[in-house]
């Protein structure tokens, strides 16, 4: 006898015409419903959605906590499993064969949808068409997939995760990629925006001690960023993804984090001389 539970995939878009449809064509056939929460798009995200049959929803954008836990809260959710991807990520072939077989498992082998809640699954970072293996950014786990009612995002500004909110999780074996088409100039906008984000989460105090950038920020500032590129790059063997991969571990990870301590700075000053 097959379990074939349903998987409801839930994705937020703000003009992601040239991500979208490699995202839904991954899931085609293996979520049993769609739904995209759009920002209010002015390309054909919407039109590209809905041709792939998925659900439409428009909510003004605050940050990815209160876009993903609003749909949480207030759309129909028919699934028994809720799938979280961004636009610009999607689902490998032998990742989607993997939830396939978990979803329709046969019960009288046991089904492995009871043991678990949730389930971790590695993401795969592509950065000028080539993956990022090295530098300590393969593999990273996230909670992509969870139980219905069981999961909610953290409410940050920035590096939000969704979270189980009862029950235990797994891990799968296959990853899920993550492949941003917009080129160049959107990246570092987007990294510009969430710098400003990681900013207000460091002076409002988010990054406590429990927190896993914790001893990072307790580094002095600005020279944390030269050391954490030098680790990244040297010693976990970043120098070995090449020429995009030298853009990548600069880009993201010395550029964008001597940013963040700028926007801390000019945010502590701003602060200083309105007391």
């Known amino acids: 006898m097959k379990n074939q539970e349903k998987l409801s995939a839930i994705i937020l878009t703000y003009n992601e015409e040239k991500n979208l449809p490699q995202c839904l064509e991954s899931i085609r056939g293996l979520a049993h419903e769609t739904i995209v929460v759009d920002s209010f798009s002015t390309d054909r995200t919407q039109a590209i959605a809905k041709e792939f049959g998925a659900r439409v929803h428009e909510h003004p954008f605050k940050n990815q906590a209160d876009q993903f836990n609003w749909a949480l809260d207030n759309l129909e959710i028919t699934g028994d499993w809720i799938l979280k991807l961004d636009a610009d990520e999607y689902v490998t072939p032998e990742l989607r064969g993997e939830i396939h077989a978990l979803l329709n498992a ?31 950014y393969y593999p990273i786990w996230f909670l992509r997939l969870w139980r219905k009612g ?5 409410v940050k500004e ?7 909110t009862e029950g235990k999780a797994g891990r799968l074996r296959y990853d899920f990629a993550d492949d941003n088409r917009k ?10 925006n969430y710098a400003t984000r990681e900013a207000w989460d460091y002076v409002a105090g988010l990054y406590a001690s429990g927190d896993k950038k914790a001893f990072y920020y307790r580094l002095p500032p600005f020279c944390r960023a030269f050391a954490y590129f030098s680790y990244r ?10 020429a995009p991969g030298l853009a990548w571990h600069f880009l993201q990870g010395l550029w964008y984090r001597f940013l963040i301590d ?14």
């Open 183 to 192: 080129g160049l100039s959107d990246w570092t906008a987007k990294h510009n």
């Open 106 to 136: 046969d019960e009288r082998a046991g089904s492995p949808t009871a043991a678990f809640d949730g389930y971790y699954i590695k993401r795969r970072v592509y950065f000028m068409g080539r993956w990022i293996r090295h530098g300590g």
């Open 262 to 275: 700028a926007k801390i700075r000019e945010l502590q000053n701003e602060s200083s001389h309105r007391h």
């Open 150 to 154: 069981k999961g909610r995002s953290e």
């Open 158 to 164: 920035m590096d939000e995760h969704i979270v189980l």
């Open 233 to 242: 790059y040297f010693i976990r063997l970043g120098f070995l993804d090449g």
